[in-house]
């Protein structure tokens, strides 16, 4: 990031951000190439207003798994993938059976789901097993030394996964395989993050809606529709909303191209053909604000859920927290934690004299300083939100080192340092 970039990002915060409707009313997606803008075109013109895009083959040309998990007709090789992953457990979702708002997933040899796609291929794709797809295979995190594909650099500065590889709890990058019929019902991604896809073979055909156009979709309990293509929708007592509702914005994905969704935007995936695709959730100082709007709204349903016993619970906050974990992955406390962790990591980019994380990644540095400033300000505004809720102050923070007070003094001090 340039110093033109850093100034354009702080003043894009002092107002509210631009409308998406463009995008309902006919624009279409930007398609990119390598060479049509840099790291700092991408971060203006993309990840600030959050607009969704598609990043060309030529992105993905140089991954091995281009090469080496596709057979030379384009569908997938199986023989390879069984040879180098069979005997990986894998999470399988049966795309013909609804549970909740999802479908329900079990775990299985990556050797039994490679025999079952084959089978349901060979039987024009149909099977008494229904239609299966393997979502959310932690295959980084099983072979962080895998060599198969690299993140393209505008997707560098990843919070998200940078903040669970130093916790060494979880990570948010994922390998989905499944023929073709199979599909993801309709939704927003976690933490309401940014998300990038890239086809390693196969193709998609995305259903868009911008942020705040999933309100017409909801029932007249506020449940979103499972399917945003269904003719329940149809139903005027259940969705009474739905009359208002634009179209989706349907994209064509193709074999080696790159999707951008950005924060907020809700979506339904088909696979066209056999598929295998590599998919990242992220978030960083441009949408920070938006995944604390998202725990604020969590914790706010958890809270109507159990309100009735406020009175009558001495820990009813703690409580309440505990349910957030649970219904949304992370709490209060923890996202302070979050914060305090990426935030360090920005100080010792700027203080060559401080070791950064063993776990931090190598691209914090190559970002450069005036990202790291830039990060610092986002964590500056979001931690004195967080600081200045009332339902935060009503927490036993005791425990958290340093106390989030003194964190927030120690980034003033940074950035008052820096402008001088």
Known sequence: MDEETLSTALSFYQSDRPSCDQF???????????????????????????????????????????QTWVRADGSPDFEHLLKHFGDCVVPVANCDVKEYNANPKHNIPLRDYLSYWREHRGSSYSSPRGCLYMKDWHM?????????????????????????????????????????????????????????????????????????????LRDNSGNLVYDARSPILQNEDLYP????????????????????????????????????????????????????????????AVQREIGEW????????????????????????????????????????????VPLQTSSPAELSALGPCHALFDLHRSEDVLSALLADEHFGKLDTDLLEPRPEQMLQEIREVLDAASL
């Not at 700092?40 to 091995?64: G, V």
């Not at 916790?167 to 990038?196: L, N, Q």
């Not at 999707?259 to 949408?287: A, K, M, R």
């Open 241 to 300: 909303k739905y009359s208002q509702c634009c179209q989706p914005i349907e994209v064509l994905q193709e074999a080696g191209e790159v999707i951008f969704i950005p924060s907020g935007w809700h979506h339904q995936v088909y696979n066209l053909e056999d598929t295998i695709s590599i998919n990242h959730n992220w978030l960083n100082g441009c949408n920070v604000d938006v995944m604390w709007s998202f725990l604020q709204g969590e914790l706010a």
């Open 24 to 66: 309902h009313n006919g624009r279409k997606l930007d398609y990119l190439r390598k060479a049509d803008l840099s790291y700092s075109d991408f971060f203006r013109d993309f990840l600030l207003p959050n607009y969704p895009c598609i990043l060309s083959p030529e992105f993905t040309a140089d991954w091995r798994s281009r």
């Open 310 to 353: 406020k009175d009558h619970m001495d820990d009813w906050h703690q409580h309440c927290q505990l349910l957030l974990k649970s219904c949304s992955g992370i709490n209060y406390c923890e996202f302070y934690t979050f914060l305090k962790i990426i935030s360090k990591n920005r100080i010792a980019v700027l203080d060559a004299a």
């Open 140 to 216: 980084h995190r099983a072979f962080p030394e895998h060599g198969e594909y690299t993140t393209p650099d505008f997707f560098q500065s990843d919070w998200l996964n940078e903040y669970w590889d130093t916790i060494k709890v979880d990570d948010y990058r994922f390998v989905y395989m499944g023929p073709k019929g199979s599909w993801t019902p309709f939704h927003a991604d976690v933490f309401r993050s940014y998300s990038w896809s890239a086809n390693i073979c196969g193709r998609k055909k995305w259903l868009l809606f911008a942020p705040g156009r999933e309100e017409h």
